[in-house]
């Protein structure tokens, strides 16, 4: 019995102590009120930590956005900053308004998603409150221990945080999509620091498509350097993508030849996906870009050279000339 | 107002070497491996030296600065040769490498010692791949930053980044001083001619600790272990795209 008790009452000790403290706040990502579907990643991320779950939300939509972000399943409440200062997610008062949230509301944890927004306002964060954060994490082993990537994915990483606040972006394509609909949070002022911005957005060329978004899509088409210029890209890889539904991406072979937009590239530096199907044409497979794709479910390969690196990954190989394989399969997919 | 430019330069293993974990699954093998400066250090390095090329008179001096082991000061005399003027190497010895927030603020104390008003960094080190250090150091210095930058226009004191973000471009304007990082098509790294390298030789390299520095270096992160990713299982190859259609049908892919 004596073993027994001296066993269980640390465990005990343990459990009740991290319910009291483990709080987490999640950053919520929105576009003039659009919600980015990657909130619902770092969502599910959130949940598996075990805390009460708080979302913060920024900018002059901040209100319409709560209302919908307080349906979130798991979400107990949401802090509302309406404050158009927020709306460009600037980094430099945006963190203020993080920091700031972070102390009043006493959090231990901070969820947001590694995207260009998540990672150009989370680390400022961590400079306010002397703390290491922990970028692209792919899976929560405990609430204080994280595995990410490393070496353009070509290693995993377990870390574990000293730090009280762990403060953290989120893989998505690594966490699954958490539920909407059935949660009735409440919704609350968050504190706001109104810090003056100390940078002006001047303008922004978005690429305007009507195709799925790449981050989020579950199937991709992606070009390489092998489709040889832009009228082939566009010709060949868009129909093939359209004829499935699919998002399309590129190597940076590809972006870096104008073939395609900066904000297709899929890799160690660009988008990193994971859909339920990945079409690679004329991509041959270096390192950095099969850091972006490698945990797709099923991943194909099109490329006339049998030795290209991709095929080490792909689990459907067809050596082919893509110029006559491509306009092929657009046709049987289309059937 | 002239331009005293700070370009933090990274030694890490090069970019074309797949790593491979040490036996005792702490970390990944260093011995024998070529090492090279990070990508997107050159980047940020060329961009710092077009500037001062660029625009008669705008940049006073460009100091480049490594945190590493020893060895690290090769790649500050290829950052010499490339065309910063003076460099510091904040030597660790034998420790573990900092992480991004202890290498933030050292770089503070060196800002401070070389009276930068612009600092230019790559994005992030295909090592740990944190993407973290320019943010931090923009956060303790309380500047403003410009992460991803695939433009940077300097006119006065005012500076103009386009930075590429999810779904395209953006373009945002700020006073100096100001950090930068840089992305990978801000511009096209030279190579370091041999006539440039030998003069490097001669450019002042000077080697400081971090004790020096009244910075601690202690990592926040403890590194529990280091594994490869699960493998995947092999695939195979189809002989015609009907094949590859039928496949897909049946793996329950369309």
């Not at chain 1, 093939?240 to 937009?261: E, K, P, Q, T, Y």
Request: aromatic residues 4%; hydrophobic residues 40%.
């Amino acid at each position: 019995m004596i073993f027994t008790s001296s066993v269980l009452r640390p465990t005990l000790a343990r459990s009740v102590r991290l319910n009291r403290l483990l709080s987490t706040l999640t950053i919520i990502e929105h576009t003039g009120g659009v919600l980015a579907p990657s909130n619902l990643n770092t969502l599910s991320a959130a949940k598996q930590l075990g805390g009460p779950i708080t979302a913060l939300v920024a900018g002059s939509q901040a209100s319409k956005v709560a209302s919908e972000v307080a349906k979130f399943d798991g979400v107990e409440k949401v802090l509302v900053a309406n404050n158009e200062a927020y709306d460009r997610g600037l980094a430099e008062n945006f963190s203020d308004l993080v920091a700031e949230n972070i102390t009043k509301g006493g959090f231990s944890h901070v969820l947001v998603s590694g995207s260009a927004f998540g990672k150009n306002v989370l680390p400022r964060v961590s400079a306010t409150l002397d703390v290491q954060p922990i970028n692209d994490i792919t899976k929560i082993e405990s609430e204080d221990t994280f595995v990410r990537p490393i070496y353009a994915g070509n290693v995993l990483a377990t870390v574990k945080s000293t730090d009280p606040i762990k403060l953290i972006t989120i893989r998505s394509s690594a966490f699954e999509v958490g539920s909407t609909g059935a949660g009735a949070a409440a919704i609350e002022d968050a504190a706001d620091p109104k810090s003056a911005p100390t940078s002006e957005w001047i303008s922004e060329n978005l690429t305007k498509s009507e195709r799925p978004d790449l981050g989020s899509a579950t199937k991709v088409v992606s070009g390489g350097r092998g489709l040889k210029d832009k009228e082939n890209f566009d010709k060949l890889i868009f129909p093939l993508a359209d004829s499935i539904g699919a998002a399309v991406g590129a190597s940076r072979a590809a972006v870096d030849s104008g073939f395609a937009d900066n904000s297709l590239q899929v890799g160690q530096t660009g988008k990193v996906v994971a859909p339920d199907l990945y079409i690679a044409v004329g991509i041959s497979g270096a390192i950095q870009h099969l850091a972006g794709m490698k945990d797709s479910k099923t991943i194909v390969a099109i490329n006339k050279d049998s030795e290209a690196p991709i095929f080490q990954v792909a689990d459907f190989g067809l050596v082919d000339d893509l110029f006559d394989a491509v306009p092929k399969l657009t046709e049987q997919f289309k059937k | 107002m002239s331009l005293r430019i700070l370009v933090p330069v990274k030694r890490v293993i090069d970019a074309a070497v797949k790593p491979r974990v040490n036996k005792t699954n702490t970390g990944v093998e260093t011995q024998g491996v070529k090492f090279s400066i990070n990508p997107f250090c050159e980047i940020a390095l060329e961009e710092a030296v077009k500037l001062k090329e660029g625009n008669k008179g705008l940049v006073e001096s460009i100091h480049a600065v490594s945190i590493g082991p020893t060895k690290a000061q090769d790649i500050l005399r290829i950052a010499l040769a490339k065309g910063a003027d003076t460099s510091t190497l904040v030597d660790i010895g034998k420790a573990e490498a900092p992480e991004p927030l202890a290498v933030a603020k050292l770089l503070q104390k060196v800002v401070e010692k070389e009276n930068s008003n612009i600092i230019l960094l790559g994005k992030q080190a295909i090592d740990n791949d944190s993407n973290q250090t320019g943010q931090i150091l923009a956060g303790l210095l309380k500047w403003p930053q410009a992460t991803n930058a695939a433009k940077v226009v300097v006119e006065g004191d005012k500076v103009t980044v386009t930075r590429e973000v999810d779904g395209g471009e953006e373009t945002i304007s700020s006073k100096l001083p100001i950090v930068i990082t840089t992305d990978l098509r801000l511009n096209e790294p030279r190579y370091a001619s041999l006539p440039n390298i030998m003069k490097a030789k001669k450019k002042p390299l000077t080697a400081v600790k971090p004790a020096d520095l009244g910075v601690d270096i202690t990592n926040r992160l403890q590194t529990v272990s280091v594994n490869y990713p699960p493998t995947r299982k092999a695939g195979v190859v189809v002989g015609s795209t009907e094949e590859l259609v039928e496949k897909l049908k049946a793996n329950g892919s369309l």
